[in-house]
């Protein structure tokens, strides 16, 4: 945003300098980001009066002139056409350095000496293009400096401001802090704005067909306007901002956005079908020719303005070059609306359109500006460009919205601050800046309710408020102190103790750990091969993802690491232990968020041992994964699950992979992964994957660990081997084993399998060794026996084992 001095003071009467004020304003938090002065250090631009203008002898193009500017009359070659003898011109003398560092000097030019130069308004940086050289008003003195003469000794500041104070997008909204910051009243001029002729409302019309996009829409008609150049005070003013003069009608409305931060936009009325406006949402694929003449292709989302046939203007960015004023236009429909910053960002942004006007209407302008403003342009058109103003104002305003209240405490502003304002201080600032407050009805209550204008719409909590007041009030003022520190006894929560003592277990066991993006493609659950009825397929999809590879919420870590081993076998990394300890996010029936749910994930390839000139190469294989689950599931004392390998998941390699089971419910898999999902990866070695739900685990966690006393009484061991069917599981065997051992067992394990000669066909060997001990006193060999007894008639009864 940029503003100047001059302009400011328009509105305020302030007496600070140029460099105190850019000062001030930094410290307010409209940042200044540069401090260009206008006009200083040329003084020595003066005026003068042209005496004589000759023919140059050798140029047809160039004149001589005699020129008085008060202390000498100096000689001067000019090769402008649009002077004459007695008109009072800008003279640069001998010395003077120009913008863009172009310095006068005595030449001579075409033979003829030439003293200084007459200037152009782009010549004196005023103006980016210019016909001929600047004619003065006969008012200004003989000899006194341009600059000083016309008043145009100005200082331009451009500030870098934050998108939370679209208020500040105008001149007004920083004169509104600089009166704040000096104590001086806010002068705005209101506009006197004569009316006649027809009713407005019986020659047009506004029809709002989506208020939540347009929730105010007003305009006023001018009938009778001259287009052309616009007055040089007007010229001026817009480019001390930066703005670019384009005709009378057009220069109005631009000046008024600056002013009053407040876009609109002027149509020929003639040039509108049906004379009326309708205001609705674009028809899908519709082309739309702009003001740029670029041709554009609108979406269903994108709001127009339009008239009795179709669209005239891209609300809040641009009007199109259907509508625009020419120069043969006569009648006005002056547009002054508040549009959603939602509906205005989404198309400026898809259309890759800024504008002045998008840049203010996606931040959120001040609805209640919306009659000031047209008035505003309405009466300054009427100045410059002739017409008369019809009467009345068309304001559609069908849902008029209400203004936000705030209660800000005084206690809890001094806690934050460090301060000890009193309710007086705190109602002074807030009420400097525009907002209304009156202290709280309750008694003894030392708090302000206060009421927050339209054009603050950061303003939203009370902490904002609190912002403001130490804005106000000075950050300097805050005092500086030491941080607290303070020594609290934080237990952590048992989720979170349980992740971390997970990490460190897995850490422990050789593997790195994983931190993949939680978004992944959608087309990962075709790759590891997820049935269509899955519920992990219904994933969560992400608005506005930045590709289509991270536009879900993952529902499983397995594809990230399989794509993390892929990786690091293209690196020629063969052996790798990873894991990955993250939430998955999976719908929830009812519930606008997913539900977050904590997995381990862990892969196993390659070498067990690392590679050195003593080894092996053995590779790893199903059991170096069983064992680590073994040793999880042993430290969260998670008690006796079952290894189903009957069920595995899509993933895995059926024969070569099983489920955990607690309870007959399914919280875990280990196993190789499946062929078809490693070609998927394109990996081309055998790759073993554990994948864990933390959750459920935790849920299955039995009593904690207890202490039991060692025996100090021998223990002694019977083994013994059994012939069993082929399709018999351990698993089976070891439901048996543990019913029919009693208190003598300490422990019971399977040492051998075998199948070969001997061992007749669909039969195998199971071998198991019973460890016997007692707490209090040595065992005989009845007790022994009498036990192992009844272990072998139970697998003999119920498993129809013999015994070998």
């Not at 339009?306 to 203007?313: H, L, T, Y």
């Amino acid at each position: 945003m940029i503003v100047t001095y001059n302009w400011l003071k328009e509105y305020v009467d302030f007496a600070l300098e140029p460099e105190e004020l850019a000062h001030r304003l930094t410290m307010a938090g409209l940042e200044v980001d540069s401090m260009e002065r206008i006009g200083y250090g040329m003084d020595s631009v003066v005026t003068a009066r042209l005496l004589t203008v000759d023919r140059h002898p050798d140029a047809d193009k160039l004149t001589v002139c005699q020129v008085d500017y008060g202390r000498e009359t100096v000689q001067v070659v000019c090769g402008a056409r649009n002077h004459k003898a007695g008109d009072l011109v800008a003279l640069a003398t001998v010395g003077t350095v120009l913008p863009g560092n172009f310095k006068i000097k005595k030449s001579k030019i075409r033979g003829i000496e030439s003293c200084g130069m007459l200037c152009s308004e782009k010549e004196l940086g005023l103006a980016e293009a210019s016909d001929g050289i600047m004619i003065l008003s006969d008012s200004c003195a003989l000899g006194q400096p341009v600059f000083d003469a016309l008043g145009l000794k100005d200082v331009r500041y451009e500030l870098g401001l934050t998108p939370n104070r679209p208020d500040c997008l105008s001149v007004l909204g920083v004169a509104r802090e600089v009166a704040a910051m000096t104590g001086r009243p806010l002068n705005i001029a209101q506009p006197a704005l004569a009316e006649g002729g027809d009713e407005a409302a019986a020659c047009t019309s506004v029809t709002i067909e989506d208020p939540d996009a347009c929730p105010r829409y007003a305009a006023r008609l001018i009938r009778g306007v001259k287009i052309g150049p616009s007055p040089s005070w007007l010229v001026r003013k817009l480019e001390s901002v930066g703005q670019r003069s384009i005709n009378n009608v057009v220069d109005v409305t631009n000046l008024v956005l600056m002013e009053l931060g407040h876009p609109l936009h002027a149509f020929d009325f003639q040039r509108l079908r049906e004379g009326r406006i309708v205001v609705k949402k674009a028809a899908e694929g519709e082309s739309f020719r702009t003001l740029d003449g670029a041709a554009r292709q609108l979406s269903g989302n994108d709001l127009v303005i339009g008239d009795g046939q179709g669209p005239v203007a891209l609300a809040g960015v641009m009007g199109g070059e259907n509508s625009e004023v020419v120069p043969e236009t006569a009648d006005i429909l002056l547009e002054s609306a508040y549009f959603n910053p939602v509906t205005i960002r989404r198309t400026s942004k898809r259309l890759g359109l800024r504008t002045e006007a998008s840049h203010r209407f996606e931040r959120g302008c001040d609805i209640a500006m919306v009659p000031v403003a047209l008035n505003r342009a309405a009466a300054l058109i009427a100045q410059v460009a002739g017409g008369q103003v019809s009467r009345g104002m068309i304001d559609m305003y069908p849902r008029p919205l209400t203004q936000r209240k705030i209660v800000v405490s005084v206690r809890r502003a001094d806690e934050i601050l460090g301060l000890d304002l009193k309710l007086e201080d705190i109602h002074g600032h807030l009420c400097s800046i525009g907002l209304e407050a009156h202290p709280a009805e309750e008694r003894h209550s030392e708090s302000l309710v206060v009421t927050i204008p339209f054009f603050r719409p950061d303003l939203e909590r009370e902490i904002d408020l609190i912002e403001e007041v130490a804005r106000l009030n000075g950050y300097d003022r805050i005092p500086v102190t030491m941080p607290a520190g303070r020594m609290v006894c934080h237990m952590p929560a048992g989720h979170h103790k349980g992740v971390s003592r997970l990490r460190d277990a897995m850490v422990a066991a050789g593997f790195r750990e994983l931190v993949n993006y939680s978004f992944v493609s959608p087309e990962s659950w075709d790759r590891i091969g997820l049935a269509a009825g899955d519920p992990r397929r219904e994933a969560v999809r992400i608005l506005n993802p930045l590709t289509e590879e991270q536009s879900v919420l993952r529902t499983s870590l397995v594809p990230s690491l399989l794509e993390t081993v892929a990786r690091n076998l293209s690196y020629q990394n063969q052996d790798l232990s990873l894991f990955e300890l993250r939430p998955v996010f999976l719908p929830a029936a009812n519930e606008t968020l997913p539900a977050e749910k904590w997995r381990l994930c862990a892969v196993v390839c390659g070498r067990r041992e690392p590679e050195g000139w003593a080894q092996n190469n053995q590779k790893v294989d199903f059991y170096d994964l069983k064992g680590v689950a073994e040793q999880i599931l042993e430290m969260f004392n998670v008690g006796p699950v079952s290894w189903d390998a009957e069920t595995v998941e899509s993933y895995l390699h059926p024969g070569k992979a099983c489920c955990l089971r607690k309870n007959g419910d399914v919280f875990g898999s280990v196993g190789e992964v499946h062929p078809k999902v490693l070609a998927a990866f394109e990996i081309d070695q055998p790759v073993f994957l554990l994948d864990l739900d933390f959750e459920q685990m935790l849920a299955a966690k039995s009593r904690g660990s207890v202490f039991s006393a060692l025996s100090r009484f021998p223990q002694v061991a019977r083994d013994s081997a059994f012939l069993v069917d082929e399709n018999l599981l351990f698993r089976d065997v070891q439901e048996v084993l543990d019913k029919a051992c009693g208190p003598l067992v300490e422990e019971c394990v399977l040492f051998d399998l075998y199948r070969g000669k001997g061992v007749p066909d669909g039969k195998k060997s199971l071998a198991v060794r019973v460890r016997y001990r007692s707490i209090d006193r040595t065992l005989t060999d009845e007790d022994i026996q009498k036990a192992h007894d009844r272990i072998v008639r139970a697998l003999v009864d119920r498993l129809g084992a013999e015994l070998r």
